[in-house]
């Protein structure tokens, strides 16, 4: 248990950590970065797959592939819903985008919590309906304050919810879907690292030419991926030891790591109106874990 719940402090850390550490390879793009995250998570990933004698999932899908035709279409809007929130979240440190991220993050399980109401007619608890309705007082007053709500905190919200809704429907193995993803998402990565661009100066130099030009660029990019990949096998590794309950519980450390990053460290300011918003979302956070933490506890209890 203790290592599960290690691992799973670890994922949040390192994920957070990420979230910084883009901030370090300038000058690549944030689209650079996502693709170099892509390219370098298929070597890292097939390791994982291997130690966890995976393999089998990903023979199956092949063979599902036979004999589904739909599932051609399923399987590449899988990878662009998941690639979407990739690019999203090395993308928004960048271009200070992180804190709007961060709020998608807090409200993606109240999203979760609707999408089993109204997809699967999975009953919410009094205590997740009182967290709904507290979270929409401040979406309600973002809207007032801005007259909008941050698109990039929209494609966290709506985003997530249809990427595990067809990952249920399909019925396949998460880390054979993974692959997938992973897999069709590399040529598009590589054709990003081949197009050109933005570099100091007039050089217009694509993502191969950053790293000659800037050879410290290698080792950062190195490591970007050593922090992704065991980022994802801690995660990983954590849901596979975990009860479900505690698990999702300690889900809600990484939002909390992203928002301190966004304000420590890539200095974006937090309004008193912007309190207004983020107060009643925390609370919404705060009621739906503790009602987890009850219900887990009382689980071990009777076991």
């Known amino acids: 248990m203790r290592l599960g ?7 949040s850390c390192l994920f957070a950590l990420l979230y910084f550490y883009t901030t370090l390879l300038a000058p690549m793009t944030g689209a650079q970065i996502f693709a170099w ?5 298929l070597p890292a990933l097939a390791i ?27 399987l590449p809007l899988s990878a662009g819903l998941i690639g979407v929130q990739f690019w999203l979240f090395v993308w928004a440190p960048v271009n200070q985008k992180a804190l709007d991220v961060a709020m998608g993050y807090f409200l993606l399980p109240l999203s979760m919590a609707l999408l089993g109401r109204i997809a699967y007619k999975e009953r919410l608890s009094r205590t ?39 990952r249920r429907y399909l019925r396949a193995g998460s880390m054979g879907m993974l692959w997938f993803d992973m897999l069709l998402l590399a040529p598009v990565a590589l054709l ?17 030419g950053l790293l000659i030009a800037y ?10 991926g050593i922090i992704s990949s065991v980022a994802v096998a801690a ?21 909390v790591l992203l928002f301190w990053v966004s304000v420590l460290f890539l200095g974006e300011p937090v309004s008193g109106q912007a309190l207004l918003t983020y107060v009643p979302i925390w609370l919404a956070v705060m009621l739906i874990a503790g009602e987890a933490g009850v219900a887990w506890l009382a689980k071990k209890n009777r076991a």
């Open 5 to 11: 719940v290690g691992f799973s402090i670890l994922s």
């Open 37 to 41: 995250r892509i390219l370098l998570a």
């Open 48 to 74: 994982i797959l291997a130690r966890g004698r995976a393999w089998g999932q990903v023979r199956e899908i092949t063979g599902r592939l036979r004999r589904e035709r739909l599932l051609w279409l399923w």
């Open 128 to 166: 997740q309906h009182v967290a709904i309705l507290v979270a929409a007082l401040g979406v309600a007053h973002e809207l007032l304050h801005t007259g909008a709500f941050s698109w990039a905190t929209a494609i966290v919200v709506l985003g997530y919810p249809p990427y595990f809704a067809l």
């Open 192 to 208: 990003v690292l081949l197009a050109a661009g933005p570099a100091p100066g007039a050089a217009q130099r694509n993502g191969f």
């Open 215 to 224: 050879p410290a660029l290698i080792l950062l990019v190195l490591l970007l």
């Open 235 to 255: 995660y990983i590794s954590a849901s596979r030891i975990l009860p479900l309950g505690l698990f999702g519980l300690l889900g809600y450390v990484e939002p």
